[in-house]
């Protein structure tokens, strides 16, 4: 059972257009989401995170919405560079104890066009 | 502030054999964890580690393992290797009571 779900394997957008990677989740215990960005031969890498209280969070390019009762979350960069191409990784985690368990969707691989 | 250390970087192993991973987290981060990446299934879970006390267990079978010192320092063993046992394993350390979790680059670990 796939509590974290990235549909969509891969994407593919012009270099200054808008990006947009989509997650959905089922667990409605999740109170905290986070977005990492991976390139080959390297570890995921931290990228901009959000908390249920929260519908959206702002970092430069990027933008994490919220959407609780959808139980869904989105990645917006904008605008994309070509630097942005790797696979990014949604991850969702419920408040027990400060157990810093993951869950992690299967990933989506961006690739920006110049 | 070095990053989390994984070593070694690439094991190739036969089928039986066993394997002991090691991590390095960064240092002040007391929590440990270690996930498995293979194609198409993203990262999955393993254990979690704070204060060489295991936190959390992901589903995967005993032949997995796992401990941490009292330097917080993380070692991670398969014994009995599988043919599916072929991944990157990824370590990561964090602040207890953050999610946020920091990576080290992965032993790429090859079972023949």
């Known amino acids: 059972d796939q509590q974290v779900k990235q549909n969509s394997p891969s994407l593919s957008v012009q270099e200054g257009r808008i990006s947009i990677l989509n997650c959905d989740y089922t667990?409605?215990?999740?109170?905290?989401f986070l977005w990492y960005k991976k390139y080959p031969a390297e570890g995921p890498t931290f990228l901009i995170s959000?908390?249920?209280?929260?519908d959206k969070n702002e970092d430069g390019r990027f933008t994490v919405f919220l959407n609780k009762s959808a139980k869904h979350l989105s990645l917006h960069i904008v605008p994309s560079q070509p630097g942005d191409s790797a696979v990014y990784f949604c991850?969702?985690?419920?408040?027990?104890?400060?157990?810093?368990?993951?869950?992690f969707g299967k990933g989506t691989k961006l690739t920006v066009n110049p | 502030k070095a990053g989390v250390t994984q070593t070694p970087r690439y094991l190739i192993k036969t089928r039986g054999q066993q394997v002991t991973l090691s991590c390095s987290p960064i240092?002040?981060?007391?929590?440990v964890s270690w996930y498995q990446q293979t194609p198409g299934q993203g990262l999955q879970f393993l254990f979690e580690?704070?204060?060489?006390?295991?936190?959390n267990k992901g589903n995967f079978p005993g032949r997995f393992s796992g401990r941490q010192f009292s330097n917080s320092r993380s070692e991670m063993n398969v014994s009995t290797l599988e043919l599916g046992d072929s991944a990157l394993y990824l370590c990561?350390?964090?602040?207890?009571?953050?999610?946020?979790?920091?990576f080290g680059s992965g032993t790429q670990l090859s079972v023949l």
């Open positions: 990561a350390s964090s602040l207890l009571g953050t999610e946020k979790l920091f």
């Open positions: 667990n409605s215990m999740f109170d905290y």
């Open positions: 959000i908390s249920s209280i929260k």
């Open positions: 991850a969702a985690s419920e408040s027990q104890g400060g157990s810093e368990k993951l869950v």
């Open positions: 240092s002040g981060h007391r929590s």
């Open positions: 580690y704070f204060s060489e006390t295991q936190r």
